[in-house]
T-cell receptor
Framework: GAVVSQHPSRVICKSGTSVKIECRSLDFQATTMFWYRQFPKQSLMLMATSNEGSKATYEQGVEKDKFLINHASLTLSTLTVTSAHPEDSSFYIC??????????FGSGTQLSVL | SQELEQSPQSLIVQEGKNLTINCTSSKTLYGLYWYKQKYGEGLIFLMMLQKGGEEKSHEKITAKLDEKKQQSSLHITASQPSHAGIYLCGADIGSGNTGKLIFGQGTTLQVKP
């Protein structure tokens, strides 16, 4: 079946540093990728929609300068948390929507900012 | 904007008992997904419903979408400890199948042996 690879699965960083998370569709092309954030005991909140070759569309309240999204190809989208702070600590998960209409989620990244 | 309301928020059942989780939308559902998750881990896809009145089953889990396409239910028969986790319903925001989902707040299920 279709697989979405998300790396790293877990990252710990110091406050003020930037962290890059990769979301890769392994055996299909993704016209669109989505990024979600999940705080403890809460549901998934959509952060942004990423389309290959164009600027990402951010949901209301999500800072585009803090959460940089790059969708360089039909199989790769990256989320960079810039100047991370402890309040950015969260579980980040991506999904990829295939050209054939299937939707698949990555395994998520647990970010801890010290 | 569309909102999803899940109920109950948490559930504790004895092993072997049946249970139902509901997901109600403020707008018509064009694509409704059910996932299982443990916090901090990825989502396990359970089922996806699109048509009014549609019902799908996998092993001991059955999901239904009502005729009006505004409510879905997830039913687990003869629950087991392996069913424990967080159940999330997700709705496709677009009028078609876009992949852009909003999620309900989740239902945490505990199954006591």
């Amino acid at each position: 079946g279709a697989v979405v690879s998300q790396h790293p699965s877990r990252v710990i960083c110091k406050s003020g540093t930037s962290v890059k998370i990769e979301c890769r569709s392994l055996d299909f092309q993704a016209t669109t990728m989505f990024w979600y954030r999940q705080f403890p005991k809460q549901s998934l909140m959509l952060m942004a929609t990423s389309n290959e070759g164009s600027k990402a569309t951010y949901e209301q309240g999500v800072e585009k300068d803090k959460f940089l999204i790059n969708h360089a190809s039909l199989t790769l989208s990256t989320l960079t948390v810039t100047s991370a702070h402890p309040e950015d600590s969260s579980f980040y998960i991506c999904s990829a929507y295939g050209t054939g209409g299937g939707l698949f989620f990555g395994s998520g990244t647990q970010l801890s900012v010290l | 904007s569309q909102e999803l309301e899940q109920s109950p928020q948490s559930l504790i059942v004895q092993e072997g008992k049946n249970l139902t989780i509901n997901c109600t939308s403020s707008k018509t559902l064009y694509g409704l997904y059910w996932y299982k998750q443990k916090y901090g881990e990825g989502l396990i896809f359970l089922m996806m419903l699109q048509k009014g009145g549609e019902e799908k089953s996998h092993e001991k889990i059955t999901a239904k979408l009502d005729e009006k396409k505004q409510q879905s239910s997830l039913h687990i028969t003869a629950s087991q400890p392996s069913h424990a986790g967080i159940y999330l319903c997700g709705a496709d925001i677009g009028s078609g199948n876009t992949g852009k989902l909003i999620f309900g707040q989740g239902t945490t299920l505990q199954v006591k042996p």
